[in-house]
């Protein structure tokens, strides 16, 4: 798989995460349909400029666009559940993963 493809692979997965169209997500970003097909069948690479569009439209970092490392989707999954959530509600799951893992501290 080339960098492009690892790049439009992971643009993909966080659109249809967020449940955005193709053409919804085009839309927001300012751009057209086709290219954002392009970029997510790797036959385009965006600019630096549109990375960051698109980064930002998705709620998602770069480091998670062009992270491969499978050992990281999980962190980046227990992000998207807890971006909205209280900071009462986020030191519960923490509590609660420190117990999972045994981590007393």
């Known amino acids: 798989m080339t960098l492009g493809q690892k790049i439009g692979q992971r643009i993909k ?3 249809k995460e967020r449940k955005f169209t193709q053409e919804r997500f085009a839309e927001l970003c300012g751009l057209s349909t086709d290219y954002i097909g392009k970029i997510e069948r ?15 439209i998705l709620n998602a970092s770069l480091a998670y666009i062009l ?3 499978t050992k990281t989707m999980p962190l980046h999954e227990i992000q ?26």
Not at 45 to 52: D, M, S
């Open 13 to 15: 997965e966080a659109r």
């Open 42 to 56: 790797g036959k385009q690479l965006p600019t630096l400029k549109t990375l960051y569009q698109i980064t930002k």
């Open 67 to 69: 992270d491969f490392d």
């Open 80 to 105: 998207q559940l807890l971006k909205n959530q209280s900071p009462e509600t986020i030191q519960k799951v923490i509590q609660v993963i420190k117990v999972l893992i045994g981590n007393k501290t």
